[in-house]
């Protein structure tokens, strides 16, 4: 798929892609950093992926759906052919609930930045590497963990 039919199907809103093409968006150095994200997303119990329109900036995304979270996507995965990027919604609970002294200054600083809507804030990150991948889907599983009251994740602990 040339360079241009893959941009296109990123930011034509009329065809719908499959994750698989928005996948292919992904730069090839960054690519391992995001399908790791997508697997390890996808082996946590009640998670689905939907692509949809999310508008400018975003376009076509890859939304991780979670039972427990009905209101809203537990993550997105934005594929920019650029440089893809996590999106995270955090509650108020979730951000208090995170160890953010121990957090790397630019991951720490991301969150307290973000955007707030409703109570929300959406904390967006560029992804730069499969290390840094891991560190932002554990603080995403400890979104998860404060909507399904699971509070040795949600403290920093692990499953």
């Known amino acids: ?15 719908k892609p499959t994750a698989e093409v928005l996948l292919s968006l992904v730069p090839k150095a960054l690519a391992p950093a995001v399908m790791r994200l997508r697997s390890e997303a996808l082996r ?12 400018v900036p975003w376009h076509w995304t890859i939304a991780f759906h979670h039972e427990a979270m009905a209101s809203r996507p537990w993550f997105y995965i934005v594929p ?3 440089k ?14 995170l160890p953010l002294r121990r ?3 630019p991951v720490r ?19 730069e590497s499969k290390a840094q991948a891991e560190t932002l889907l554990k603080l995403a599983k400890a979104q998860l963990a404060v909507a399904t009251g699971d509070a040795a994740v949600a403290s920093g602990g692990e499953r």
């Open 44 to 55: 946590e119990g009640g998670v689905s992926e939907e692509v949809g329109w999310q508008g």
């Open 80 to 82: 920019k052919p650029e």
């Open 109 to 127: 600083e991301a969150i307290m930045h973000a955007r707030e809507v409703d109570g929300v804030r959406w904390v967006q990150w560029g992804i």
């Open 103 to 105: 957090l790397l200054k």
């Open 1 to 15: 798929m040339s360079s241009t039919s893959v941009r296109s199907a990123w930011n034509d809103r009329f065809r």
């Open 84 to 97: 893809p990027l996590l999106v995270v919604p955090f509650t108020r609970e979730a951000i208090a609930s």
